[in-house]
Nanobody, 122 residues
Framework: QVQLVESGGGLVQAGGSLRLSCAAS????????IAWFRQAPGKEREFVSF????????YYAEGVKDRFAISKDDGKNTVYLQMNRLKPEDTAIYYC???????????????WGQGTQVTVSS
């Protein structure tokens, strides 16, 4: 079982930046794929980005790939999501998730954090 704790959310004006953190407590951290998803009110949870801890392979959803950057700190068992040039439509609860394989689907991640709220004002 992997425990995930997100932090770093908050209120920011459009055009601003935030960095989210996802701290994982797992001896198997090095073998995981860590992903970020987000869920806006009334909408389904959607994929944002993932990183393979072992290979460093990353992937982004089309709407964020030029603005967001995912990275990792192996020594801290932590994955980050740097979010730049934020837009009001980025407003959502952001969740990190851990799983054994690359996937854009929530179904392939069996460990989830509690989420952190990101609000972007216009």
């Amino acid at each position: 079982q992997v425990q995930l704790v997100e932090s770093g959310g908050g209120l920011v004006q459009a055009g601003g930046s935030l960095r989210l953190s996802c701290a994982a407590s797992a001896r198997s951290f090095g073998s995981l794929v860590i992903a970020w998803f987000r869920q806006a009110p009334g909408k389904e949870r959607e994929f944002v980005s993932f990183i393979s801890v072992s290979s460093g392979t990353v992937y982004y959803a089309e709407g964020v790939k030029d603005r967001f950057a995912i990275s990792k700190d192996d020594g801290k068992n932590t994955v980050y999501l740097q979010m730049n040039r934020l837009k009001p439509e980025d407003t959502a609860i952001y969740y990190c998730a851990a799983g054994p394989m690359y996937s854009y689907s929530t179904a392939h991640y069996n460990n989830w954090g509690q989420g952190t709220q990101v609000t972007v004002s216009s």
